[in-house]
C-alpha cells in the first residue's frame, strides 16, 4: 500500500483497475466462502440487498472470503437505484456501519442520507465508502456528471464516486470518456450500462476507472459482463495489471 493512498483490502485503488465479481445469491456467497476456488476478481461485492440471509451470517460468510485473501465489498442496494431493499434508512445504516467495521468497504448511494455519516467512519478506520449514483433511464449531461462527482468528492477523502448510467446513444460514450479524462488522479469508477454501454465496462478501466464490475453468478446491472473475461482482457491490455496477476496472452474480451 502506498502512505495516504485509498485502498481496498491489500488493492491499492489508481490507475490500473480493479475487479470487482459482484455475486447476488446466498449459494453463491457460501461457494465462496467455503474457498473451493478463488474468485477470479480483485474484489467481491456481496449483493446482500438480493439474499434471502440473516445479516450477521451474511457479514460471518464475508469475514471467510477475507480471511481467505479477497476483499469484500459489502452492498445493499436502495429499490430506487435497481437494488431490492425497500427497509427504512434506520434499518440500513446499522448494517452498513456493522459491515465496515467488519469488512474491506461498504457502497452507499450519494443521494442517502446515511453517505455523509458512513464515508466519516471509513475515513477515520483507514477505509473507503464507493459512492454510488445510478441513472437507469439515460447519461445525463456533461455538467450534471461533474456536478455528481464533485458532490460525491466533497463527502471527504474516503469516498470514491461510481457513475453508473445507461448510454442510448454514442455521444454519450465520449461523454463518459471526457468525464473520466478531465477528472483529477483520485479514484473514480464511471460505467456505462446497456447493450451500448457493454463495451465501457473494459474500455474505461484501461483509461483510468478504478473499478471494473463484472458478475461471478448473475449479472446484477444491464450490460455486465463475467468478472472473469475482464480480468482476462486487463491481463492481456494492461502491463500493470498483468504484472500483479500473471499474463495470460491466450485469453481476450469478448
Not at 461485492?45 to 464475508?62: G, K
Not at 458512513?118 to 445510478?134: C, D, Y
Not at 477528472?183 to 483510468?208: E, F, H, N, W, Y
Request: charged share 20%; net charge negative.
Amino acid at each position: 500500500m502506498e502512505p495516504g493512498s485509498l485502498n481496498i483490502g491489500g488493492w491499492t485503488l489508481g490507475m490500473t483497475p480493479r475487479v470487482v465479481g459482484t455475486v447476488s445469491t446466498a449459494e453463491a456467497l457460501r461457494g465462496i466462502a467455503e474457498g473451493l476456488a478463488p474468485p477470479p476478481c480483485d474484489v467481491v461485492e456481496v449483493r446482500f440487498d438480493s439474499m434471502d440471509l440473516d445479516p450477521q451470517a451474511a457479514l460471518d460468510l464475508c469475514e471467510r472470503v477475507e480471511r481467505a485473501g479477497t476483499p469484500v465489498l459489502f452492498t445493499v442496494r436502495a429499490a430506487d437505484e435497481g437494488g431490492a431493499w425497500t427497509a427504512p434508512e434506520a434499518e440500513r445504516g446499522p448494517l452498513l456501519a456493522d459491515a465496515l467495521d467488519r469488512l474491506a468497504a461498504v457502497d452507499i448511494e450519494l443521494s442517502s442520507t446515511l453517505a455523509a455519516d458512513l464515508v466519516g467512519r471509513a475515513g477515520a478506520a483507514g477505509k473507503v465508502v464507493v459512492v454510488s449514483h445510478h441513472d437507469f433511464e439515460g447519461c445525463p449531461r456533461a455538467a450534471m456528471l461533474a456536478h455528481l462527482l464533485k458532490e460525491a468528492r466533497a463527502l471527504g477523502p474516503a469516498a470514491v464516486p461510481k457513475l453508473a448510467v445507461m448510454v442510448r446513444e454514442p455521444t454519450e460514450l465520449l461523454r463518459l470518456v471526457r468525464l473520466l479524462e478531465g477528472a483529477d488522479r483520485r479514484p473514480l469508477c464511471v460505467i456505462g450500462m446497456g447493450p451500448l454501454g457493454m463495451r465501457t465496462r473494459s474500455a474505461l478501466p484501461v483509461l483510468g476507472a478504478c473499478l471494473a464490475y463484472g458478475y461471478l453468478d448473475r449479472p446484477a446491472a444491464p450490460g455486465q459482463v463475467p468478472a472473469a473475461a475482464l480480468a482476462d482482457h486487463f491481463r492481456a491490455v494492461i502491463p500493470e495489471y498483468a504484472a500483479e496477476h500473471g499474463a495470460d496472452p491466450d485469453q481476450t474480451f469478448a
